[in-house]
């Protein structure tokens, strides 16, 4: 039997986005809507973001996972690279982020190129992550199936042991993407479903060709 949801509505009405109040270029216009997120008590975790994928399968997946930094040169995360999400990168680079803050009615969709950060910036991160998070990632064969719970604890007390009283270094296996934009969707809810979306597009250095797209 099919679950009902047709009475499932929001109404939105918070904001609006007007090309006359935006600037050329998206970053610009991501770092306000980022920092307006940031501020606001009830986004717990303004950094979270889906990352989808496609891989050899053809099958597109997506995932949460946590922005770590943004900027001119991309967006960057952080993860196994024998991962599900890391072999999919291999095949096929082209990837998608999305944001979604509804507490500000409010979703950033970001397509582009995923690559690897360099081996000192991985490092860095990694030097910066809690002691536990460090032993996790050598712990973890992240998307290898697991017989039981177990099996992960038992991996993790090996780990514990092998790093007793030491540093941990990171793993040649761990860490990061950063992701170049192609292109930027910007969605405000609007009242009555007609939302403001406007696209911002690549065409060469320092220019985007920005559009308004029907909702």
């Known amino acids: 039997m099919q679950k009902s949801l047709e009475n499932y509505r929001q109404s939105y009405g918070k904001g609006e986005l007007l090309e006359e109040d935006i600037p050329s270029f998206p970053l610009a216009l991501f770092t306000s809507w980022f920092n307006e997120a940031e501020a606001h008590p009830d986004i717990a975790e303004v950094n979270a973001m889906s990352l989808a994928t496609c891989g050899i399968e053809g099958f597109p997946k997506t995932r949460i996972v946590l922005l770590k930094s943004f900027g001119e040169k991309g967006f960057s995360f952080y993860t196994n690279y024998n991962s599900e ?3 999919d990168i291999e095949e096929n680079p082209r990837v998608c982020l999305s944001f979604f803050w509804p507490a500000l009615e409010r979703q950033v969709i970001i397509k582009g190129t995923a690559m690897k950060t360099s081996e000192e ?6 030097a910066s992550r809690p002691r536990g998070s460090q032993l996790g990632a050598w712990a973890s064969k992240q998307s290898d ?3 039981s719970r177990k099996q992960l604890e038992l991996e993790l007390k090996e780990v514990e042991e092998r790093y007793k009283d030491k540093e941990v270094e990171r793993p040649q296996h761990w860490g990061g993407y950063v992701v170049s934009p192609r292109s930027f969707e910007f969605w405000q809810g609007r009242n009555d479903r007609l939302h403001d979306r406007i696209l911002y597009e690549f065409l060469e250095e320092n220019t985007w060709e920005r559009n308004r797209l029907s909702p």
């Open 85 to 87: 999400k890391a072999r």
């Open 121 to 126: 910036e991985s490092s860095s991160y990694f």
């Open 145 to 147: 199936v697991l017989t």
